[in-house]
């Protein structure tokens, strides 16, 4: 089983920029789909981007295109989510997740990482 943890989360004016990023250990991230997520208190997780193994495929939520980039670095087994424009709507914990189903559905992913707290001020 491959375990996720996430980083670069943080407090960003409106209009600024993150990088966050999601590392794995246990086992290599570049055998799965990648996804990131995002969820506020009271509403369910909701689907931001994900990034296929081969990263020849990317998709994003209508709500973020444009503005948020999924990448992946396959020698450093991570993949990195980032964060332009940001809007005060935008304020989440972000989570990542590796599955092997090509899917914006968070019931699609089997391993979770812990979350990482990002908040847009206006």
């Known amino acids: 089983q491959v375990q996720l943890v996430e980083s670069g989360g943080g407090l960003v004016q409106a209009g600024g920029s993150l990088r966050l990023s999601c590392a794995a250990s246990?086992?290599?991230?570049?055998?799965?789909?990648v996804g990131w997520f995002r969820q506020v208190p009271g509403k369910e997780r909701e689907f931001v981007a994900h990034?296929?193994?081969?990263?020849?495929?990317?998709d994003y939520a209508d709500s973020v295109k444009g503005r948020l980039t999924i990448s992946r670095d396959h020698a450093k087994n991570t993949v990195s989510l980032q964060m332009n424009s940001l809007k005060s709507e935008d304020t989440a914990v972000y989570y990542c997740?590796?599955?092997?189903?090509?899917?914006?559905?968070?019931?699609?992913?089997?391993?979770w990482g812990q979350g990482t707290q990002v908040t847009v001020s206006s």
């Open positions: 997740a590796a599955g092997n189903a090509w899917s914006r559905s968070s019931l699609s992913y089997d391993a």
């Open positions: 246990g086992r290599s991230l570049n055998r799965y789909h």
């Open positions: 990034i296929s193994a081969s990263s020849f495929s990317t």
